[in-house]
């Protein structure tokens, strides 16, 4: 790779093709959906080598016929000389779907274009705009409650109250008031504005806090939207809900509606239907239906009774059309966090995050949950088949790609002792790796993201805790995990399993505020209702959540993660005890300081590692080993921890600690075939300690660690694809991965990745 710049690429999933016999549009066979070609908006966190840029002004972007591109960027984080380690760059492209658009990233310090029809934002007493020359969105207060104003060209597209509303298990309504207006960005390229606040009824009781985001882009007539509830009320055990939403106020004017049915007529074809009354489409687990099908005016005299089955099944959006504007509506990912509800009344039209009657679990305290949602702005005479193109555009984004030797280059996050994706060199090992992390989830408003566990389940019910679904909450740093192999493939998929289960975390297993002030701040372990269990060291992970933010420039995992360092500093200053009850609460814990600090420098956290490695020594020159402090595969986080912290630090101490441990169960710990760890052996439990050989041979030079990784890492047996539960998968993935680079660095991955040859 050269100092001087790195390549970008953007791409978009293939359009699938469909059958259509649109109804009044003709027949429409094989014909691609949408060519996928449009301007996108797109956005990724590139990492930087150290002392490389101190100003992001220096940074330019170019595509492939060397034209510099508007470019707008954000540092997300330094190295410990103040240079920026990461820096996020928003930039748009037009992309075809078999023609992926490449970019370089330049630091030559050049100046980058200002965009055709940049986003501004103004304040003034009581709004806040955003405007980019082809819509317009006001943001205002009526009396204590938010307004939004938005129009396109000449046209008022939605005027009025915006209704942020939630009601109570007694029935009792609650309306959003605004605390404050906040622009989180200013353009050119893209604006955000966020409104904080309250839901309160008229007696001006609260019940409820909110967030809501509004995004315009340059040059686009796309209102994105993203409204996250949050219970920070005072019952410990949560508050019944029984409704939450949001409503945008018609600008005035007649409203037609457009809907895409799955299947019509005696051959169940979809067909498109433009609808005058009001809509509401409900979504499930899988599928959206219309609640009253018979908006649909489709005659079904003569069929048979088994072709009027699910006549009620749509896609999962909705098209309005106004005075002088057309439009689509898309509530992202309703059916994944289901129950969801999309519903148009006159011109009014509302996203229901927690529908009516949905029967679902006690929001808890300190839980929250983000929705994210689009209003795509129309031509006033498209037709009903461009809205059902411009809604498949919004369902696969465009992907954002770096070359993984970027990333080996800069040093960030360990990445250089990871080995790069090498599909076509290992097809069977990578076919697996990949395979253990592209996973499918539980759909849920509170279950996506994460994994039920049988096995803790009933574990929790003999110990007397009742018959619950118990959740793993992200054990052993599944997000890692994924974010690496993302980092290393550039695969989709790989992306939307980072994502979502980050995103969980963030919302639903924080607990941002509890009557407990060890579980403030921090992730509860595995539990029923997510939130249930204690707070404790070995069970907090930080990796994945700084991994995730990095790539996605997601401030609210940053601050997660931070507040789950500062939670464990507690534990380290006040309450060490537990810590020294098992070397697992040493090693995670490290595990997590250690990332905390590489990202923000954080000194506390800095101190506070540094104290945990004097325990783990005072415990090796007490014991000689730390073999009796519990499970065996906790001396492997141990050892990973204290080889974190000489990666980022150069803690030369943490370093040689690590080698006394590691000799001592080489040379004390074997079993009946010669392999350290003696009977304890559990394959990928204890694999956890071969990132630990190959870290070390890395950095003495001393060939017996690699030696001994090898004959530990055939014992044990090469990775199969760790389907499953999130925990067995993030303790394959971490330990293998952490040993591959090294393996093929001395060429011998080949003889023990791949299955034999078929003899013919």
């Given amino acids: ?149 938005l129009t396109v060209g000449n046209a008022a597209v939605f005027d009025g109250l915006l209704d942020l509303w939630t009601v109570d298990d007694d029935g009792t309504r609650f309306s959003g008031t605004v605390d404050e207006v906040r622009v989180v960005q200013s353009g050119p390229i893209t604006a955000v504005v966020e409104l904080h606040g309250k839901h309160c009824n008229a007696a001006g009781d609260v019940f409820l806090d909110y967030i ?66 009001d809509v509401q489409i409900d979504f499930n687990e899988t599928i959206a239906r219309i609640a009253d099908v018979n908006s649909l005016r489709e005659d079904t005299t003569g069929y048979a009774p088994y072709l009027m089955t699910n006549r009620d099944m749509v896609y999962p959006y909705l098209g309005l059309r106004g005075d002088g504007w057309s439009a689509v509506a898309v509530l992202h990912e309703a059916c994944e966090n289901d129950p969801k509800c999309l519903s148009a009344t006159g011109g009014d039209m509302a996203f229901h995050m927690w529908p009516r009657d949905a029967k679902l679990p006690t929001l808890r305290q300190g839980m929250a949950r983000r929705h994210e949602a689009t209003i795509a702005l129309l031509a006033p005479d498209v037709s009903a088949l461009d809205m059902h193109k411009a809604f498949h555009q919004w369902e696969a984004p465009a992907n954002v790609s770096l070359p993984f030797p970027w990333f080996q280059q800069c040093k960030v996050m360990g990445m250089e002792y990871i080995m790069e994706w090498l599909p076509l060199r290992y097809r069977h090992l990578e076919a697996n ?150 070397s697992r609460m040493f090693g995670w814990a490290l595990i997590a300081l250690n990332a905390v600090v590489e990202i923000t420098q954080d000194e506390r956290c800095l101190r506070c590692a540094q104290t945990i490695r004097d325990e783990i020594a005072e415990v090796v020159d007490r014991r000689g080993t730390l073999d009796s402090m519990g499970m065996s595969y906790g001396t492997g986080t141990v050892l990973s921890g204290l080889t974190g912290l000489h990666r980022i630090t150069g803690d030369k101490a943490a370093l040689e600690l690590a080698v006394t441990i590691l000799d001592w169960q080489m040379t004390n710990g074997r079993n009946d075939v010669g392999t350290t760890w003696g009977d304890q052996l559990e394959p990928y439990d204890l694999n956890l300690t071969l990132p630990v050989y190959a870290y070390l041979w890395y950095a003495t030079g001393e060939r017996r660690f690699l030696e001994e990784g090898i004959d530990f890492f055939r014992f044990t047996g090469m990775p199969v694809a760790a389907g499953g539960q999130v925990r067995s998968a993030s303790k394959h993935y971490r330990s293998c991965i952490g040993f591959l680079k090294a393996a093929h660095d001395v060429n011998v991955l080949e003889q023990m990745s791949e299955p034999p040859p078929v003899k013919f």
């Fill in 1 to 149: 790779m050269s100092d001087e710049s790195v390549k970008i690429g953007v791409a978009v999933p293939p359009a699938g093709l469909e059958s259509y016999a649109f109804q009044g549009l003709g027949y429409v066979h094989n014909t691609p959906v949408a060519d996928r070609r449009t301007v996108w908006t797109v956005g990724r966190g590139v990492p930087l080598p150290q002392g490389k840029i101190n100003d992001l002004a220096a940074l330019q972007l170019v595509d492939a016929t060397g034209t510099a591109v508007p470019l707008q960027t954000r540092a997300l984080a330094q190295w410990p000389d103040g240079s920026i380690m990461f820096a996020y760059l928003t930039f748009q492209c037009d992309v075809a779907n078999d023609a992926p658009a490449e970019f370089d990233l330049r630091f030559d310090g050049a100046a980058s274009p200002v965009p055709e029809n940049p986003v501004a934002v103004e304040q003034a007493e009581g709004c806040t705009s955003l405007d980019n020359g082809v819509a317009r969105i006001e943001i205002g207060t009526t009396g204590d409650h938010p307004s939004l104003r």
């Fill in 433 to 582: 790796m990949a395979a253990t992390i592209e996973r499918g989830w539980v759909s849920g408003m509170f279950g996506y993201g994460d994994d039920p566990n049988s096995g803790y389940a009933a574990g929790y019910a003999s110990h007397g805790l009742g018959d619950h679904t118990v959740w793993l909450n992200n054990e052993h740093d599944f997000t890692a995990q994924a974010a690496t192999q993302y980092w290393r493939s550039n695969r989709p998929k790989a992306w939307l399993s980072t994502r979502v289960s980050a995103q969980h975390q963030v919302d639903v297993d924080f607990v941002r505020r509890s009557d407990d002030p060890w579980k403030v701040g921090g992730i509860p372990a595995h539990s029923a209702g997510h939130t249930t269990a204690s707070v404790y060291p070995s069970h907090t992970w930080t990796e994945g959540l700084l991994q995730y933010y990095l790539t996605s420039g997601d401030a609210r995992a940053l601050e997660v993660a931070r507040s789950l360092g500062r939670n464990l500093c507690k534990y380290v200053e006040e309450r060490i005890e537990p810590l020294r009850t098992e």
């Fill in 212 to 277: 809501v985001e509004v995004r315009l882009d340059a040059g686009r007539a796309d209102m994105h939207l993203a409204h996250t509830f949050l219970n920070m009320g005072e019952e410990p055990d949560g508050v019944v809900v029984s409704e939450i939403g949001l409503r945008l106020s018609s600008a005035g004017g007649k409203v037609s509606h457009v809907v895409g049915q799955l299947s019509s007529g005696q051959s169940s074809f979809p067909r498109l239907c433009e609808v005058p009354e």
